[in-house]
């Protein structure tokens, strides 16, 4: 059992409201305010996901004037709307979040418009939203909280990390949920300050990489959450919170099994074929042969032989006698 599902969901209330009020000392600023369309709050979700509020702020502006519509946007390259945007973090994913959800929602009604379902049940605007592949659960949970006035906690993958670290939501937690675990400890009416002052925390550059559990650790039952105000306060002043105790995967070696030794095949003798016997009184037809024809010699005309001539040489001469004087 988790450290979480030991606690009561009374004990885990008195925790989140500390955190708050350690929170509210650190970031004074207040929940920002915005009045924008269903569509609208979409995009500006988008674009502030996982940044500091203001820096999104900046973005999304930057985003708007730089083109004449959404219907420019929607038509627009990926490299072409991360540029509008820069240097936000993880532009181009937004970008193509962005583009998706303007081409989704055109394709749909041939308009850029979702007003229509602010009058309708929000299961229905859910389900239309999960038709849409690139759209994040920050997103959605960002759309119900502030244009919809619906209870919802949008987290972030930072804000997220930064409650596990704490010990507020399980460790290997979605965000999907850790928001749905959460509704039961956040009261509606503290969600919304509740989920900004979490992102001020984890997007803070001052504690980049310090607010996130080792992959062990996720594994694990996760830190204390009664001591979730002592380690937020050990981060705000610089030092080191104690490391939960982390599980070590064991890599078992591979058995090895013996191969099976498969049974010996039997050899049967081949049998001898006996001949057919020819039953008694059977009749025996021979059948005769015709007569083989013979061959004919074929003569053959035999050459005169020519005379063979022999070559007779002539004696020499006798020497004469020599003449007399």
Same mark, same amino acid.
């Given at each position: ?247 070590? !995967? #064991?890599?078992?070696? $591979?058995?090895?099994?013996?191969? &099976? /030794?498969? %049974?010996?095949? =039997?050899?049967? *003798? +081949? ?5 057919? !016997? #020819?039953?008694?009184? $059977?009749?025996?037809?021979?059948? &005769? /042969?015709? %007569?083989?024809? =013979?061959?004919? *010699? +074929? ?6 032989? #020519? ?11 006798? %020497? ?6």
């Amino acid at each position: 059992m988790s450290n979480l599902k030991k606690l009561k969901t009374h004990d885990r209330q008195v925790i989140a409201q500390n955190l708050m009020t350690a929170l509210k000392k650190r970031y004074k600023s207040a929940v920002p305010k915005h009045s924008l369309a269903l569509l609208e709050t979409l995009l500006f979700a988008a674009v502030i996901e996982n940044v500091h509020h203001d820096d999104g702020e900046e973005a999304y502006e930057r985003l708007i004037n730089s083109f004449h519509d959404m219907n420019e946007i929607r038509v627009s390259s990926i490299s072409e709307i991360e540029a509008a945007m820069s240097p936000v973090h993880e532009a181009s994913w937004k970008a193509l979040r962005i583009r998706d959800l303007l081409q989704q929602v055109f394709e749909k009604f041939y308009r850029f418009d979702l007003e229509e379902y602010k009058r309708k049940p929000v299961e229905q605007l859910e389900k239309l939203m999960a038709k849409w592949k690139f759209t994040t659960p920050f997103m959605k949970h960002y759309l119900y909280q502030h244009a919809l006035g619906a209870h919802s906690i949008a987290l972030d993958d930072k804000s997220r990390d930064a409650l596990a670290f704490l010990g507020v939501v399980e460790p290997a937690a979605t965000i999907d949920q850790a928001s749905e675990d959460l509704k039961q400890v956040i009261r509606k009416a503290d969600a919304a300050h509740f989920c900004h002052l979490v992102r001020c925390l984890a997007c803070d550059p001052q504690f980049k990489g310090k607010l996130k559990l080792t992959p062990g650790q996720a594994l694990g039952e996760g830190p204390d959450p009664t001591t979730a105000v002592q380690r937020l306060n050990e981060v705000l002043s610089g030092q080191t919170p104690k490391a939960p105790p982390s599980v070590k !995967t #064991k890599t078992e070696p $591979a058995k090895v099994e013996p191969a &099976k /030794k498969s %049974p010996p095949v =039997k050899v049967e *003798p +081949v049998k001898a074929v006996a001949k057919p !016997t #020819k039953p008694a009184g $059977a009749h025996t037809t021979t059948v &005769k /042969k015709p %007569p083989e024809k =013979k061959s004919t *010699p +074929v003569r053959t005309t035999a050459t005169a032989k #020519k005379p063979v001539t022999k070559k007779v040489s002539k004696p020499a001469p006798a %020497p004469k006698a020599a003449r007399k004087k």
